[in-house]
């Protein structure tokens, strides 16, 4: 089984910046989407950024230019740098992933990592 844990959320003005990371363990193939996905009260979850096990990138609309996604697949580690924070980034941010197995895709999932942006 694999467990995700995410870190590096907080508080932070307007224009600034956080880096969320997201460290993988247990039974992780080598194909594998990790993805960031955000969900702030009362809203839908939204996918923020995705990049997959060889590097291809996705971004949100509401976030391109602004954030970056990117592994260490020796660490197993995805990384969300998150630049010029608006108010509306504020959400709780999750960690994602989807791997291939032979059966199919797996989804694990983090806890979650508050992200607050003040005005």
């Known amino acids: 089984q694999v467990q995700l844990v995410e870190s590096g959320g907080g508080l932070v003005q307007a224009g600034g910046s956080l880096r969320l990371s997201c460290a993988a363990s247990?039974?992780?193939?080598?194909?594998?989407?990790m993805n960031w996905y955000r969900q702030a009260p009362g809203k839908q979850r939204e996918l923020v950024a995705q990049?997959?096990?060889?590097?291809?990138?996705y971004y949100a609309d509401s976030v391109k230019g602004r954030f970056t996604i990117s592994r260490d697949n020796a660490k197993n580690t995805v990384y969300l740098q998150m630049n010029s924070l608006k108010p509306e980034d504020t959400a709780v941010y999750y960690c994602n992933l989807k791997g291939l197995t032979k059966g199919g895709w797996y989804d694990a999932w983090g806890q979650g990592t508050q992200v607050t942006v003040s005005s």
């Open positions: 247990g039974s992780i193939f080598s194909i594998n989407t």
């Open positions: 990049i997959t096990s060889g590097g291809s990138t």
